[in-house]
DNA sequence: CATTTTACCAAACGATTGGTAGGGAAAAAT
DNA sequence: ATTTTTCCCTACCAATCGTTTGGTAAAATG
């Protein structure tokens, strides 16, 4: 990169600019597929100065996956959380966000694939994958909650999410949104049209708890 | 690995030895993570012996992809074709085969990890991935058909695969089966319940089509 | 018997990995 | 005006990566 004034700025990149740019890389080759150095150049700096700001790679992810955490916090699950609003809608404006993160090339869906990548071999990564979807099922929970009953909503959610999850794993893989959209918009309509009725609440359901 | 009788056996492995501990890392710590090193020890060999069977680790994973598929093909998708058996109960087969393969340590879910870790960051997979899921799509699409007409068995099918990839990813990331088992108990009540009437036919449903 | 092929090993290849050391220049603090 | 801190560079480290090499003992071939 190249400066044609005659100061150089003091500050290239921030710490934020740093985790987006590697939140891309990650999610576009994978973390143990993506180097530093790689991360160093998204960014326009030498590979050795990005441990100016994080000591290590591991930590560098840590805080990515925590960044996205959070950001899912504040722009998709919290429509579970607007009491105002009937569940239907709440649902349909998570999903909306939902899908504009997931299947924005920038963003994308970096835990899903965190999810199955580092369950077992990345172990230092795992609880945080755990937190995140433990968030993802309490907000769906939350909105089934308000037309069915504990339990089945509980059922529900976790039902919702797998679905969600696959079919996004669908729409990577043949590269067609639609796999996810219809996948959405079926869920809404699940919730749209049955008033009591739900998923047939079989007995050896247990209550999604963090085991960890 | 010591042989304490007198002469050496010429032939240590074979190429399905090495195929098989290959699966079995891959599975583990995923593509990226395992080196030929990791696969040579694991068969007892020097990692540099591996080429004499295989021409690079990209075509070593080649052969491991098409084995688990063949594997499937033989063991779980065929119970889909068993036209003697009403449908409920070829489903009920070809899951309880499913979990047999998904649940086991040693050949595990290859494939959906792959899928979810290849999708975009190694093409080269990409299509032996898709192959993969369509044959899986086919399977169950198959045993809706019998029930349900051809659109609808299409949707379910894609919707039955995308829970059981989703809720697979859970079982793995919080190492807890039961997310796997209760959905294809859910969906198994799904095809005995429901005679007639299935999922709200949504209009803009596409045929699963290969793009590849 | 001689010769070729098979199945492996030990060693090394260049490239790349995550990470470190030291220095310099600009900005901020004193 | 001087010091300290911030930010980033170049250069380097040991380790590991996928792969290639030269060679060898055993088996197969003729």
Redesign the interface.
Known sequence: MLYFCAVMPKQKVDEQTIIIEALKLFR???Y??TSMSDIADACGLQKGSLYHYFPSKEDLMKRVIKTVHEYFKNNVFHHAYDKNLPPHKRLENLFRAAEKVFLDEEKGNLL??M???T????PEF?SL??RF?LDFFHAIKTIYQDKYGDKIAN?LA??S???????L??S?????H??L???T??IL??IE?KPAEA??A?G???ATKA?H
Chains 1, 2 share one sequence.
Do not use: P
Not at 119 to 122: E, I
Not at 161 to 167: P, T
């Open positions: 576009k080759k994978s143990f597929n899903g694939n999810g199955v990548e369950a077992l071999m990345a795992n994958v755990q979807f059922e976790e039902r999410v797998a679905e969600i999850e696959g079919s794993m669908f990577r893989v043949f590269n067609d639609s796999y959209k219809n996948t918009k079926r309509k699940r049209e998923a047939g079989n050896a359901s247990r085991k």
